[in-house]
Structure formats: structure tokens, C-alpha cells
């Protein structure tokens, strides 16, 4: 199976994680040799979270997992696309279906989207 | 102006770059803070090379600037999307329209898109 430039990343490769139907960018994250093979393997998106320093199935707390739909690699091989369906209809911890739910407009950050979820009902201790 | 967390990701933030139009993924580059606000001022992508460790306007030398017609930013602060006008139709320095010209198939990466340009006639010595 051919793989990625993980070594050039210390490790790491970065993920834009797309909507497969929109087109709508969802969230960035970083994957490691063993997420990249978790994810082919199973066919839903695995992380590494770098605050937690642990290996990461997107969803595995809210249930909201990414079934990956297609795979595309870039020039350097040093970065993929996730096309993926997302459960749930959210992406984003705060409660967005897209981490980038702000726009930079006139000098500041506004928020453009509306939430889909409550992350206090979700994410409960 | 608000600003990015430049500071977490060793004075960089990666920036995923769309086509404004299609929506497609073009390539995924670095900025620091001089590319953030030279970016904003201009309304012409710049980007921070990790190779060359320099400042860089997007289309210096190809001529296919990148006309930034919308800025989205994550929820952490430290990703944005460039949505953009490509200049050229080609971001790829192998010269595809998008840098993500493959996709994993059973286990290889296949180019899956036609090349818009001839590199060797663009970056002429």
C-alpha cells in the first residue's frame, strides 16, 4: 500500500476534511502512520490529537463519526482530503457543522453559520 | 485587526485554499503573520515557503496569483480557508488545477485529472 511523507512532518500529516456533498470544508486535523492506516482499514476518519497525544476516532464521544467517501493525495504527498459524509451533521466541537463557521470580514471575526447541536448536551461529564 | 494563533504552530497557520467557484481544494500552504497581513492588504494570496524559508506571492513567477475573495477561519484560530480565484486555472506547480490531482485507489495513489499547463514552459530557467 503506498503511504504518505509522515516523515517530513515530524510524524505528522495534516487532513482537510471536506464535505462530500458540498464541498464545504469542514475541520483540519493530523493524522500519523497509524490513523492514516485505521482510517483505509475501516473507512471512517481516525486522528491524532496533538493536545491529547493520543490516537483519535472522530466521533468515538458524540457518535458523530466521518465515513470517508474518497481519498486525495497532493503533490508531495505530505497532505490529504478526507471526503467524507459526517453524522451527526457536525464536524466542529462548538456545535457547527464546520469548524470554520467564522468569516474575516472588515478586521474582525464574525460568526456566519448557525449552531446544530448544544456541545453542553453532548459532550456531558 | 483580530489575528490568528500564530504563535501555537511555531509562528505558522496552515491555510487551505478553494476554489471560490467549484469549491474544490486547490493546495494547502503555510502563512505567518507578515503573509496573513500582506494578504489582507492586498487582496493577492501570500504564503510563507518552509522550503525556501521566504515570504512568497502565490503567482510570482507563474503569473497564477491567487485573487482572495473570501477568508474563513476555525474555530481554534489556527487554520483559515482562502477561498479564492486562481488566476491561470492551475495551482499546482506540476501543473494541475489543484494540487490534489490523485486519489487513493485499493492501495495506490492514481492521477485522476488532466494537467492544465506544461511546468518545463512556465518555470523556464
Known amino acids: 500500500m503506498e503511504s504518505l511523507q509522515f516523515d517530513k512532518g515530524n510524524g505528522l500529516v495534516p487532513a482537510i476534511v471536506q464535505d462530500y456533498e458540498s464541498g464545504d470544508i469542514l475541520m483540519l486535523a493530523y493524522i500519523n502512520r497509524e490513523a492514516w492506516e485505521k482510517t483505509v482499514a475501516t473507512?471512517?476518519?481516525?486522528?491524532w490529537s496533538r493536545s491529547r497525544?493520543?490516537?483519535?476516532?472522530?466521533?468515538?464521544?458524540?457518535?458523530?463519526?466521518q465515513i470517508v467517501k474518497e481519498i486525495l493525495v497532493d503533490c508531495d504527498e505530505d497532505t490529504v482530503v478526507f471526503?467524507?459524509?459526517?453524522?451527526?451533521?457536525?464536524?466542529?466541537?462548538?456545535?457547527?457543522?464546520s469548524c470554520f463557521f467564522r468569516r474575516f470580514d472588515k478586521g474582525v471575526f464574525k460568526v456566519k453559520d448557525e449552531p446544530v447541536f448544544d456541545p453542553g448536551e453532548v459532550y456531558k461529564k
Chains 1, 2 share one sequence.
Open 43 to 47: 473507512g471512517k476518519a481516525h486522528y
Open 53 to 65: 497525544n493520543t490516537l483519535w476516532l472522530k466521533g468515538e464521544t458524540s457518535g458523530h463519526v
Open 83 to 97: 471526503k467524507v459524509e459526517q453524522i451527526g451533521g457536525a464536524a466542529c466541537h462548538k456545535g457547527f457543522r
